[in-house]
């Protein structure tokens, strides 16, 4: 079964589409999907669906899908990314969860 790091790995492998532009006059363009600043909260909606051209119909995946408690966004952010100082600092080979799990107990202690 697929993760989900796999899939939004997929989901933003750049693509190549037909597409006249009108200022260069080019008909062929490749597009991307990147995060481009790191979001406090991140909320995914999986829309599992994929087209059968064959049959000109739209089909719902119905296979289910690896959810990790924790999840890499290395492949998805954009290079200029600066990630936060508990991210930096604080990770060195750890988990995220156990970063934040530091980090609020420390803020209790105080």
Do not use: M, W
Request: charged share 25%; aromatic share 8%; hydrophobic share 35%.
């Amino acid at each position: 079964k697929p993760s989900l790091e796999a899939l939004l790995a997929v989901f933003c492998q750049p693509e190549t589409v037909e597409y006249k532009c009108e200022q260069c006059e080019h008909e062929v363009s490749t597009y991307t999907h990147e995060i481009i600043s790191l979001p406090r909260c991140l909320i995914i909606t999986l829309k599992r669906f994929s087209y059968d051209f064959d049959t000109n119909q739209r089909l719902k995946q119905r296979h289910s899908v690896n959810i990790q408690r924790s999840l890499s966004l290395c492949k998805v952010v954009s290079p200029d990314v600066v990630a936060p100082k508990l991210f930096v600092s604080k990770l060195n080979g750890s988990t995220l969860r156990k970063a934040l799990f530091q980090e609020a107990e420390q803020a209790k202690e105080k």
